[in-house]
């Protein structure tokens, strides 16, 4: 069973970065894309970012530009460099693959910005 754990976030001021890395267990991580995804309170999971076993990248509009999705296959971990954070990005942040099918989600982790 594939075991997706989340780690990375804390409190951050309005322009600060943030780095948060996701590791992976079992071999879900060599053949699938990836993905970053928050959750805003109240709201449905929106995606952040992708990243192709190649390393292709593709971002929402709202963070392009300001993060960097990455992946290193040899630590199965999965990272999210965020810089230039606003209050508006604070969310829980989760990975998973970058489609469908998704493993069960991990407990995710929380970044808060302050203005």
């Known amino acids: 069973q594939v075991q997706l754990v989340e780690s990375g976030g804390g409190l951050v001021q309005a322009g600060g970065s943030l780095r948060l890395s996701c590791t992976a267990s079992g071999s879900i991580f060599r053949l699938y894309a990836m993905g970053w995804y928050r959750q805003f309170p109240g709201k449905e999971r929106e995606l952040v970012a992708t990243?192709?076993?190649?390393?292709?990248?593709n971002y929402a509009d709202s963070v392009k530009g300001r993060f960097t999705i990455a992946r290193d296959n040899a630590k199965n971990t999965l990272y999210l460099q965020m810089n230039s954070l606003k209050p508006e990005d604070a969310a829980v942040y989760y990975c998973?693959?970058?489609?469908?099918?998704?493993?069960?989600w991990g407990q995710g982790t929380q970044v808060t910005v302050s203005s």
């Open positions: 998973n693959t970058g489609g469908w099918p998704y493993a069960d």
């Open positions: 990243i192709t076993t190649g390393g292709d990248t």
